[in-house]
RNA sequence: GGUGGAAUGGCCGAGAGGCGAGGCAAGGGACUGCAAAUCCCUCUACACGGGUUCAAAUCCCGUUUCCACCUCCA
């Protein structure tokens, strides 16, 4: 069995997973910075790395996942200004909508998940290290900035030249020593939420949470940072220049998931409304969004479409239907086994499209299996195609998906009444009374019900909702 | 201006020097009372112009178009 090779983006390289403590995994996941409502770009990030996470621990590793809340920030009191609530109602409402989504498209909850207002202390201490190394100075004013001229190698993740930077249009070059110098934590302003602290009162800047929060969960070196691409500049090098100024090693390896894109260009607040989860949610299963999410290649663009959406509900519900009729045949539920072609796709740095190719596979063979009545080669075929699904946190028959059925009483009523009606259909046929039995057949499928003559008999099920239907 | 990314068949989407991923759609066939489901077959592509090589979608040079980041971003 090959061994997990991931890219970094630091070195622009892929090159063979080795955790800093044998047998454990440290990863830090730049969350949600709760000032709007979820949508599939946001969900995206979650599903890749959560898929990182599944296969990790399939791999043996145990793994400490660390993905924060920034419920502090400029967006934040804005958004409280406009909605006419306090600051820290809003980042609840929108964290628990954070929450919902996770937990629709079954990704795992971190180990912990620290938020920012939470780890103020912690902010504070790193600031007077920064400090006292030099790294740092309080000018005064309150704020708290951090010196990057003095820095050995800011900027080495995104290769740019300190110079070759745009100004930014609105700094405040009052109390910086250098326009590109950035706040570590800026000082109150009326009407602020503020914590105090030596240089007087005040909030934190954007990116000194992630730094102190990694460092209290993972320690001062952690093998993997993660997020989207986008935060590669200003975010997380303004993390690795605290961290590093700091003294800590920080983190071993950088992995970036690219962005949902639609019409071509990056999802945007602005456009993203009918693209937020519990919108789609109306229309496809939360299985079917995670399969959507997950089945392009996590660093390349995922062009978001309805058609793509629907197309992929479909696959899913055929691998799915193949599941359900395995466990008709065999009388259980299959075992999860990982089979080598999945294993060797995920560690070329999980290559998921190469390892839904292994799905198809097995799902043809698997299919093929039940027409010539192979039963142990269909129980192969299930097990592999479960394995499969459970790293890609895709299972059908995980209690996460599972519990969003009825009830077993109803489903045995239904059952029951249905199987009534195909023994009447039965009847009929046997009689060759094809009228009564097509009428049978129509009417059941006008309630969404579907039947298929299989070599085993009539079987039934529910018709899912499709996509695009709602609007 | 600086730094990155992308262009693949009707569509989605991998691959990164040589046996043309996979899915969806379409057409044909098998099975079926008819369906449905399933299986088999078919259609075969790498933005453009040069170059390297026995061999290029893949490497090199140039060009075009698109996207992103440059202190709000997953």
């Not at 660093?299 to 479909?314: P, Q, Y």
């Not at 740095?349 to 039963?375: K, Q, W």
């Not at 969404?448 to 239907?469: L, N």
């Amino acid at each position: 069995m090959s061994s997990l090779n991931l890219y970094d983006t630091a070195t622009r390289t892929t090159s063979a997973f080795v955790p800093l403590k044998a047998g454990e995994v440290g990863i830090y996941l730049c969350g949600a910075t709760v000032q709007a409502p979820p949508h599939i770009g946001h969900v995206r990030s979650g599903v890749n790395f959560d898929i990182l996470r599944r296969w990790l621990i399939k791999s043996g590793y145990n793994v400490t996942f660390i993905r924060n809340v920034t419920d502090i920030d400029d967006k934040i009191l804005h958004k409280a200004v406009h909605e006419e609530s306090p600051w820290w109602a809003v980042a609840m409402k929108y964290e628990r909508a954070f929450t919902d989504a996770y937990a629709a498209l079954n990704v795992l909850p971190p180990t912990y998940e620290p938020r920012a207002t939470g780890h103020v202390t912690q902010m504070i201490e790193l600031m007077q290290l920064l400090i006292e190394r030099g790294a740092a100075y309080a000018p005064g004013n309150g704020d708290v900035y951090l010196e990057v001229r003095k820095l050995q190698s800011y900027l080495t993740l995104s290769r740019q030249k300190l110079d070759d930077l745009m100004p930014a249009a609105d700094a405040d070059e009052t109390y910086k020593r250098d326009v590109r110098d950035f706040a570590l934590w800026k000082a109150a302003k009326p009407g602020d939420p503020s914590w105090p602290t030596p240089w007087g009162a005040g909030r934190p800047g954007w990116h000194l949470e992630c730094s102190a929060m990694a460092k209290a969960y993972l320690g001062e070196s952690f093998d993997i940072h993660g997020g989207g691409l986008d935060l590669i500049f200003p975010h997380h090098e303004n993390e690795i220049a605290q961290s590093e100024a700091a003294g800590y090693g920080f983190a071993a390896r950088w992995m970036h998931n690219a962005w949902v894109t639609a019409s071509g260009e990056k999802m945007s607040k602005s456009l993203g409304n009918s693209l937020q989860v519990h919108e789609l949610l109306k229309s496809v299963r939360g299985i079917e969004l995670r399969w959507y999410l997950g089945s392009a290649h996590y660093r390349s663009m995922l062009e978001f479409s309805h058609e793509a959406l629907a197309e992929a509900s479909v696959n899913f519900r055929r691998i799915e239907a193949f599941l359900n009729r395995s466990v008709e045949l065999l009388g259980k539920v299959p075992t999860p086994v990982v089979g080598k072609a999945f294993s060797d796709a995920m560690n070329d740095d999980l290559a998921v499209p190469t390892a839904l190719a292994s799905i198809s596979e097995a799902l043809r063979i698997g299919n093929s299996a039940i027409t010539s009545g192979d039963m142990t080669a269909v129980a192969h075929s299930a097990d592999e195609i479960r394995g499969a699904l459970e790293v890609l946190g895709c299972d059908p028959f995980d209690s996460a998906f599972v519990s969003q059925g009825s009830s077993d009483e109803m489903t045995q009523a239904l059952d029951g009444t249905i199987k009534l009606a195909l023994a009447q259909r039965e009847a009929a046929r046997i009689r060759k009374d094809f009228e009564s039995s097509d009428a049978i057949r129509d009417g059941l499928k006008a309630l969404g019900i579907v039947i298929e003559d299989t070599a085993q008999g009539p079987r039934w099920s529910i018709s899912q909702k499709t996509e695009g239907s709602g609007s």
